[in-house]
């Protein structure tokens, strides 16, 4: 049985710089001021009348007696017997967050083999996570999937591992992510495509927003990152003629094959483009004659 979510604590609102709590709800804080005044107002009036001061004087220590009893007593024991009840439309919009479906972007290993797929699947189900595309690359040993989930808010990334593990998946890795995730790849780099045959010289720009990675200066950057090398599938090296090698970074996330590939395509085609006399390719070049 999936365990339920803990609802969320009065303590979890306070602010993790300052320890304060949020200001509550001025009507709230008015009934609760009164629900804690009215005793007490009424029990001074009740022992201050029965003495026999002068008006003047009773006047004076009701006032005096009320207020500091207010500033002292009330306010404070309001704010700590009615805390949960303050604060509660709080706690309900962060319940509702905490609730809210999160998007995730794993991947995995799976055996090339019938049935891995829906095995992995289904241990997903078993948390409400929803499998909004998935991807496979072929790689050694296996096939690599990868997946943008839809998950519970309260789902944590140690969940979402142990599920691809239960489903058979080996060196799993999973990140929060966005709804642009959701972005076909191969749109994406068509439309990076259209960029790079415009100006040829945005080819690592292009392949940078196509990996979502770092251009790597061999000459600085790359002595600043200790122990990395490809074998961690974190480097990624694209030849060109005119650029000399350009060399893209991402931690902790691995290019896939397609990524690598499309990469080289884009290289490839801005070399070409890069070739072509300007004079053939420009909005007065002359019309190639039709052949007869």
């Known amino acids: 049985?999936?365990?339920?979510?803990?609802?969320?604590a009065t303590a979890d609102l306070s602010c993790e710089v300052c320890g304060q709590m949020p200001e509550p709800p001025k009507s709230r804080l008015t009934v609760a001021n009164v629900?804690?005044?009215?005793p007490i107002e009424l029990?001074?009036?009740?022992?201050?009348?029965?003495?026999?001061?002068?008006?003047?004087?009773?006047?004076l220590v009701l006032t005096l007696t009320a207020?500091?009893?207010v500033i002292w007593v009330a306010e404070p024991s309001a704010a700590r017997i009615l805390r949960r009840w303050l604060h509660a439309p709080a706690l309900r919009?962060?319940?509702?967050?905490g609730t809210a479906p999160a998007l995730w972007r794993a991947r995995t290993i799976l055996r090339d083999q019938p049935g891995s797929l829906k095995k992995i699947t289904r241990s997903l189900e078993l948390l409400d996570t929803n499998i909004l595309s998935i991807h496979v690359h072929p790689v050694r040993g296996g096939v690599m999937d990868e997946?943008?989930?839809?998950?519970?808010?309260?789902l944590s990334e140690r969940q979402l591992l142990d599920a691809l593990a239960d489903g058979g998946g080996r060196q799993s890795q999973v990140w929060p992510t966005t709804a642009l995730a959701m972005a076909d790849g191969q749109t994406k780099a068509l439309s990076l495509a259209a960029r790079i045959a415009a100006s040829p010289d945005e080819l690592p720009l292009a392949v940078a927003e196509l990996l979502s990675a770092r251009i790597l200066d061999p000459g600085s950057e790359t002595a600043r990152i200790p122990g990395e090398t490809n074998d961690a599938g974190t480097l990624l090296k694209i030849p060109t003629a005119w650029h000399g090698p350009i060399t893209f970074y991402r931690p902790g996330e691995p290019f896939t094959p397609a990524e690598s590939a499309r990469a080289h395509r884009l290289a490839e085609l801005a070399e070409i483009?890069?070739?072509?006399?300007?004079?053939?390719?420009?909005?007065?070049?002359?019309?190639?004659?039709?052949?007869?």
């Open 1 to 8: 049985m999936k365990p339920k979510a803990p609802l969320p």
């Open 35 to 38: 629900a804690v005044m009215l």
């Open 43 to 59: 029990l001074v009036h009740a022992l201050v009348v029965q003495t026999h001061l002068p008006y003047v004087a009773k006047v």
């Open 67 to 69: 207020t500091v009893l």
């Open 93 to 97: 919009h962060r319940r509702r967050l």
């Open 147 to 154: 997946f943008v989930l839809s998950a519970p808010g309260e």
């Open 273 to 292: 483009l890069a070739h072509v006399p300007s004079s053939t390719t420009g909005p007065d070049a002359d019309p190639v004659p039709a052949e007869s």
